[in-house]
Each structure stands twice: as structure tokens, then as C-alpha cells.
């Protein structure tokens, strides 16, 4: 019997509804990721990507614009379907991949695709508008009268299929008079197509969809509808375990409330949820609310701090942290100097005190901050700017940037502006680049701007360098405010550092049903390799097959990789074999999104007879470390291999360690190893005084293959780096000379002048001569100017001398 198109919408739009309620996600997955998805398309694309149908062609991008291969476009319809994909006949396509083939059977067999030919499906071909049409008008069972439709360029063999989607305004066409019948259709334009024909003929009634914990102190309560933004506050209608949180607040999505407690880590807590009101209305107008709400609630808290915002008023700057702190960041810097972070009004916020002048921008560098969780979370190294306000506050401007990938960087607002992306300049050199700030949708305050920086990896890093700065310029009047105040021009310099390192592995774990091995890297996958060259043996040594359809990314979770043994078998036991496994994933099967392919990965797993657990490790190495001078020694708690000393393994305040460094072990027991860092390579951190950095030690080993968790280890650096001449100018005897850096003169208590052959070796011609006065110049510290006897008739040069004392920099370091 045929579904009419009106109850066939209710049966996918029911089992939408089941599927989301199943998969209840979290907050932070549920935070819209793709920027380039316009408020047109993005209910669209939020639908296709919670039930499963697709994901992004990379974990920011969605693809709006792109074109759909054949072969995309069937899997996306079967799952949208829902078609039982197994024991279907084979199409008898030969050009569909693994990946596809019970997808594209499965749509043969309904008798909703034909191919191009017998044996060719055409899966690497673009699907056209018109093709859309036929598949979708057949596979929901749609029809339209082909008199209502005014497209001039519709064949015969397309109208009726076109009239169907029309009428049940699945679509509407490119113009009044072109269907667009022959053009690719876009991966937007098909999001809009199947949520039209998903669109749900009943609303369910309100619930809660999710819970997740936040961090050591919160937890997030996801619901499927609006809800009453009053009643959601009041923190008696929730509990932990018998006690209520000491703040509740509605998201600005209004479809999720946070929850604040002193801790909400623990198993088998009880968290309680009574009945809310919702804005949804019933049939007599009456607000409804949903039912109460029981849920067993276990949490372990590993998520790190992190800088959410920062801010400057009146000789005090403010960095909020996205929880609460139990430790301050015990390294700070601005502008390179080092400063006290003391704690703030909240637990949230740290204060340092600092001037600046009004719209100055200035670096901060923090680091060591950890959180209230019971195994401290400490904040990864955190390296921005910090701008005052203009003279006129009433006016938005930036208040930080922090550089947040290879071409990425967040620009926090000092306000709410009326538009959702801004115009700005990028430059290098002479080069001048157009780009755009878009707003993060993600961030709830409205004042978050992302930049994309649309180059590419050679375009950005030229030749051999890995490291480029660029000045970020905002123009004036290019940030409007809701009172129609315009902004100031703003610049800032943003040093980019190319992404190097492939994904690491992280941990390794059988998911929590028990069916899949699971690794988890530290940033995003994008998978290279084929599923059969991950090779998986048991204790016997027996190879087991890896499925390959039920093997893949973890939805939700783009760093990590499922690896499935055991076919799905309906209503039966899916559940792995008790027994030792040993899983080998092979070299280059996996990239970043920067093309840096993964080494092979080998972890044995433990499947219990009554629960699923993990391999317990041996004792992994620990470091600790004493610093004199840019002389760090480092000590294992026990010996350690050649990793120890191989300089890929140490990052000192994020960066890789400067060419030149030295590094080796200090004796035969392999447990200290001494790491000197090369003259010039430190320009901050006053001689004998130094500054406080971070050295990060990771993926050192010990002789049983146990890898170091890694560590920040706080150290001290000095300056080793001396200032030099950049120009030499002369008029009428008087000579300026210019140095890279700010330079002190050293002189006598009373006297501003020395004599300039203490310091330099000036030569007419290659002849020594004489000068007088040697100081520095008013308002002007990376200068010095002294005075000729006689009047200038040959070539000048002047050079400092190996031996003087009397011309240091700021920190001490003697001139060279």
C-alpha cells in the first residue's frame, strides 16, 4: 500500500524524535560548529547532523556551496530512510565503494535509484537538481499536478517529479521560471530538501534531552524545547544527591540551563530535575511542563580551563576563565615582563595589575591555572593580547586576540555590535589581504569573532618557515553598536606557528557498550586509510576482521576512532569476546586537517568476562626539573630511553626548542638529562634574574615502553640575546647610531656622557678617529649620538667593541 506523503512526514519526523531523545547530546556537541552555514540553512544542517544522515567535510566547514557526488547523496537518502541496509540484493553496480554498496542496494532494491548503465551507478559524478528530484519524488511517495509549474527548463522526463516537490514545498526552484533542472545540486540546498520532507507533523511534548557534565563544578541540563526563563533559574526544582546548586541559569538558546555546584564529580549520584514550564503552549493556551526527571549521574572531570575572555580598566587586567580556578596561573607575562596574577572577584577570574595606555595593545602569556576538579586539570598555555579601552568607552572596540591554530584566531568585543561579521585587514610586509571576523555562534555572549585566514599552507608559511606575523587592522567604523556608536581603528600584531604535529594518541578504551575498541587522539581526525589494514589479533594469534561499515569516526567526537570486530546482529549479543586483543592501526592512516599524517598505533585491550575494561599500565616516568642561566636539568624518576633526549619531546612556552639548542644525558643511569639553550635565542628576563617560563616534556619513554604523561615544568630564562647596530647616519659631525633593541649607557653618577672610543671602534677609511660625548638620545632609547672632532671626509664605520662594559640592554646583556 502507498504512504501518502502527509503520514509518510509523520513516520520520519516520529522516529527523528526517538533518535534525538536516544542520543540526548551534550551542550558542547550540540554548540552549531560549522561558519559557514547562514541562518538559512543552519536548522537544516543542525537536523542532518544529529540524526546521523551526514557531518562537515571538515570539523568547521560544512560544505554549504559544495556539490554531492552520486554516491553521497544515495548513502544520505538511506539513512534519512532509515532503509534496512542488510541482506538487500546486490545492484549489481561495480563503481559503488565499500563504504556505500548496502546503501546504494538498498535504495535499488526499493526501486528509488537506477543507475547510469547496468553496471554503473556513476558514483563519482555530481548529482544534478533533476536527478534529486526523481529519487526523493519516488522514495516519499510524492505528487503534484505538472500544470502548476512554470520552470521553462524542465524536460518532460523531470516534470512530474518536480511538480511533487513543488507542492509539498520540499522546494521552490532557482527563479519564478528555472528549476535549475541540469545544475549540481549543493550539499545547502539538499539539507533544505530532506528536513523539508523530515518536518515533523507533531511537536513532542517538552523534556529533557540530555545531561552532561561541564566541569568539576557544573553540570548542563539539555532540553528538546524552549523553556520558561524564570522558573528555569529557581534552584530549588533541581538536586545532586539531595542538594540543590547554588545557581541556575538558562542558556541563550533557551534549551539549556547550567546547573552550579560546589562539585559534581562522583559515581551513582542522583541528579533530579522536577517538573519546568516551557514556553511551549498546549491546546488551551496553558504552559507545559515536563515530566520529573530521575538520572543516575557518574562524573570524572578532565576537561582543562581555559582563557574565555580579557579585559583592562583603569591599571587593572581581567582574564575570566571558562570555570572556576583552586590555582591562579603561576606564570604570567605582558609584554614580555614578567607579572603577578592575583585572584579576582570570583574564582572564575584572575587580576593583574598593569598600565596601559588608552586603545594600547599588549601580549599576555599565562600559564599553570588549574582547576577545582579532584585531579587537578591544568590550562594549556595561553598566549594573546590584551587592549585598553579607547579615551571614548562608549565605543565597541577589541578588548583581546588570541591566536587559536596555524590560521585561526578569536577576537573578543568589548560590547555587542549590530552585525554578525567584520570587515578587516590582514598584512605582511607590503601585502595587504581582505579578511573577515565572523561571530562564533558558540560563544553565548555575542562578543566573539573568529578569523579564518583563507590562505594556503604554502601561501601562508613561505619556503621554510614555520612561523609568520602578520598586523591585524580593523578599520574605524567598521563595529557598530546597538546606540550607533562605531569603533576606533584598532591593530595588532598575530604571529601564526604551521602545524607540524600530527595527532597523538591520548588514550585507549572499549567503548562503554562493550562492542568497539576505541582511540582518542588530541585533535580531529580526518581518516586516509582503508578499515582492512587495521590489524587485530587475539592471545591465539588469531586475525579478526575489522567491519567496515560499523568501523569509523566516533559521532560527536571527531578525534576519535571506533574499530568494530563483531558484525551487528539484530537483537543478539554485540558485545566483544572476553579475551586479550592487540590492535595495530598502521602508519599515515590518519591526518590533521594540515595534511600531518599519524605513525602506527598499537594498544592491546582487556575484554572481561563481567564488564569491559582497559589494560592497567605499568608506572609511567615522571620529570621534574631546576633551571640556572637557560641551563634546565631534568630528572626521571627513573631511567628513561634516547627519548629523553630527542628535542621534538620538549616545547618551551609552546614552541619547539631553538636550533642550536644542546641537550644529552649527564651520566650512564639515563635518568638526568641537561638541556642548554644557544646564545641568542632568549630576548626576554633581565641577567641573573631571569623570567618564569613553561617547559612542556611529552612522549618520553621508559625501558618498558611507558610513556611520560605530559608535564609543564616551570622554569627561569634570561636574556642571552645582545643588541646590535642596525644604522649608522651622520650631519654635519654628528653621528646617530641605531641599535635592534633598547639600549642604557652606563656613567658616572652626575655626568650624561662618556667617551665614545670606550665603547665603539670608530674608523674614517678604515683609519681610527676620534670623537666626544657619547649619550643617549631624548625619547629615543634604542639610540646613542656622539660627536666627531672633525668634519666627516671618507667612509664612517663604526663597531662595538668585544671588550666594553659601559652598553647593555634593558636586561643586562652587554652589547655586542
Known amino acids: 500500500m502507498a504512504l501518502k506523503a502527509k503520514s509518510y512526514h509523520k513516520f520520519i519526523a516520529s522516529s527523528a524524535a526517538v533518535a534525538l531523545v536516544a542520543t540526548a547530546v551534550s551542550p558542547a556537541s550540540a554548540a552549531f560548529p560549522f561558519t559557514d552555514v547562514s541562518d538559512r540553512y543552519k536548522e537544516a544542517v543542525t537536523y542532518l547532523v544529529e540524526e546521523d544522515i551526514t557531518n562537515g567535510i571538515t570539523k568547521t566547514q560544512f560544505g554549504t556551496s559544495s556539490t554531492i557526488k552520486r554516491v553521497d547523496a544515495a548513502v544520505m537518502i538511506a539513512k534519512a530512510l532509515k532503509l534496512d541496509t542488510t541482506n538487500v540484493p546486490d545492484s549489481g553496480f561495480t563503481d559503488v565503494p565499500d563504504r556505500a554498496k548496502a546503501h546504494v542496494d538498498a535504495l535499488k532494491a526499493a526501486g528509488f535509484i537506477n543507475g547510469k548503465t547496468a553496471t554503473s551507478f556513476g558514483s563519482s559524478q555530481d548529482i544534478t537538481r533533476g536527478e534529486m528530484a526523481l529519487i526523493l519524488a519516488k522514495a516519499y511517495q510524492l505528487s503534484g499536478d505538472t500544470n502548476d509549474i512554470a520552470f521553462t527548463d524542465v524536460a ?22 528555472s528549476f535549475g533542472t541540469t545544475d549540481s545540486i549543493t550539499r545547502g540546498e539538499f539539507a533544505l530538501f530532506l528536513h523539508r520532507l523530515a518536518d515533523e507533523a507533531e511537536v513532542p511534548a517538552p523534556e529533557v534531552t540530555g545531561v552532561e557534565g561541564l566541569n568539576a563544578n557544573q553540570i548542563a ?39 552550579t555546584f560546589n562539585s559534581v564529580e562522583g559515581k551513582d549520584q542522583v541528579l533530579v530535575v522536577n517538573p519546568i514550564e516551557s514556553l511551549q503552549k498546549g491546546k488551551d493556551g496553558e504552559s507545559l511542563k515536563t515530566e520529573k526527571f530521575t538520572k543516575v549521574f557518574s562524573y570524572k572531570d578532565t576537561v582543562k580551563p581555559a582563557v574565555k575572555s580579557t579585559s583592562y580598566s583603569n591599571g587593572t587586567i581581567t582574564v575570566e576563565f571558562t570555570e572556576a580556578l583552586s590555582t591562579i ?79 585561526t584566531a578569536k577576537v573578543t568585543l568589548s560590547e555587542n555590535i549590530t552585525l554578525n561579521k567584520i570587515d578587516a585587514i590582514l598584512q605582511r610586509g607590503a601585502t595587504q589581504t581582505d579578511v573577515v571576523l565572523k561571530e562564533d555562534t558558540k560563544d553565548e555572549s555575542g562578543r566573539t569573532y573568529t578569523l579564518d585566514v ?19 587592522y580593523v578599520k574605524e567604523g567598521k563595529m557598530t553598536d546597538d546606540s550607533g556608536d562605531t569603533n ?157 633526549t630527542d628535542l621534538k619531546n620538549y616545547r618551551l612556552d609552546g614552541e619547539a626548542l631553538p636550533e642550536g639548542t644542546d641537550i644529552y644525558f649527564n651520566g650512564p643511569s639515563k635518568e638526568v638529562v641537561v638541556i642548554t639553550l644557544p646564545a641568542g635565542s632568549v630576548n626576554i628576563g633581565k641577567k641573573g634574574e631571569g623570567v618564569p617560563a613553561i617547559l612542556t616534556v611529552s612522549d618520553v619513554s621508559d625501558k618498558a615502553g611507558n610513556v611520560i604523561n605530559k608535564v609543564n615544568l616551570e622554569v627561569d630564562i634570561e636574556d642571552n640575546t645582545p643588541a646590535t647596530i642596525t644604522k649608522v647616519e651622520e650631519l654635519n659631525k654628528n653621528v ?81
Do not use: C
Not at 509539498?168 to 532557482?174: L, M
Not at 533559574?233 to 534549551?255: C, F, I, Q, R, V
Not at 591544568?378 to 586576540?401: I, Q, W
Open 488 to 644: 576606533e581603528e584598532y591593530k595588532t600584531e598575530l604571529t601564526f606557528e604551521k602545524d607540524t604535529e600530527a595527532p597523538k594518541l591520548v588514550s585507549a578504551q572499549v567503548s562503554a557498550d562493550g562492542e568497539k575498541f576505541e582511540f582518542t587522539f588530541d585533535e580531529a581526525l580526518e581518516v586516509e586509510g582503508a578499515d582492512p589494514a587495521i590489524d587485530v589479533r587475539d592471545a591465539d594469534n588469531v586475525k579478526w576482521n575489522v567491519i567496515d561499515g560499523e568501523t569509523g569516526v566516533k559521532t560527536g567526537e571527531l578525534n576519535t576512532y571506533q574499530v568494530d570486530i563483531k558484525a551487528d546482529a539484530e537483537g543478539g549479543d554485540n558485545k566483544l569476546e572476553p579475551g586479550s586483543y592487540s590492535v595495530t592501526i598502521p602508519a599515515n592512516f590518519f591526518t590533521d586537517q594540515y595534511d600531518n599524517a599519524t605513525a602506527e598505533v598499537t594498544h592491546t585491550f582487556v575484554v572481561g568476562e563481567e564488564e569491559v575494561v582497559t589494560e592497567e599500565d605499568t608506572e609511567k616516568p615522571r620529570a621534574t626539573v631546576e633551571s640556572a642561566g637557560n641551563v634546565f636539568t631534568v630528572t626521571f624518576d627513573e631511567e628513561v630511553t634516547t627519548s629523553a
Open 221 to 259: 541540563v539539555q532540553f528538546n524545547t524552549e523553556m520558561n526563563a524564570e522558573q528555569a533559574k529557581n534552584t530549588s526544582l533541581y538536586s545532586l544527591n539531595g542538594t540543590a546548586p547554588a545557581k541556575a541559569e538558562l542558556a541563550s538558546d533557551k534549551k539549556s540551563i547550567v546547573l
Open 329 to 407: 596561573p603561576t606564570v604570567a607575562r605582558v609584554n614580555g615582563e614578567s607579572v603577578t596574577a592575583e585572584e579576582g572577584e570570583d574564582a572564575m577570574k584572575v587580576e593583574i595589575a598593569y598600565d596601559l595606555e588608552p586603545s594600547e595593545s599588549a601580549s599576555l602569556y599565562l600559564a599553570g591555572a588549574e582547576d577545582q576538579a579532584n585531579e587537578k586539570n591544568e590550562m594549556d598555555l595561553y598566549k594573546g593580547t590584551v587592549t585598553a579601552p579607547a579615551k571614548d568607552t562608549n565605543r565597541p572596540y577589541v578588548t583581546g586576540v588570541e591566536v587559536t591554530g596555524q590560521n
Open 736 to 816: 646617530v647610531v641605531t641599535f635592534s633593541e633598547d639600549v642604557i649607557l652606563k656613567t658616572a653618577a652626575g655626568i650624561e656622557a662618556v667617551d665614545p672610543a670606550k665603547v665603539f671602534e670608530i674608523k674614517v677609511d678604515g683609519e681610527t678617529v676620534t670623537a666626544k660625548d657619547l649619550r643617549e638620545v631624548t625619547d629615543k632609547p634604542n639610540q646613542l649620538q656622539f660627536t666627531l672632532d672633525n668634519a666627516l671626509d671618507g667612509k664612517l664605520t663604526v663597531e662595538v667593541k668585544d671588550d666594553q662594559e659601559a652598553l647593555t640592554d634593558e636586561n643586562g646583556v652587554v652589547v655586542k
Open 156 to 177: 518532460s522526463r523531470y516534470k512530474e517529479a518536480v511538480a511533487a516537490l513543488v507542492a509539498n514545498e520540499v522546494t521552490f526552484g532557482k527563479t519564478d521560471t
Open 454 to 472: 583563507d590562505l594556503g599552507t604554502d601561501e601562508m608559511f613561505k619556503g621554510d618557515s614555520t612561523k609568520e606575523t602578520f598586523t591585524l
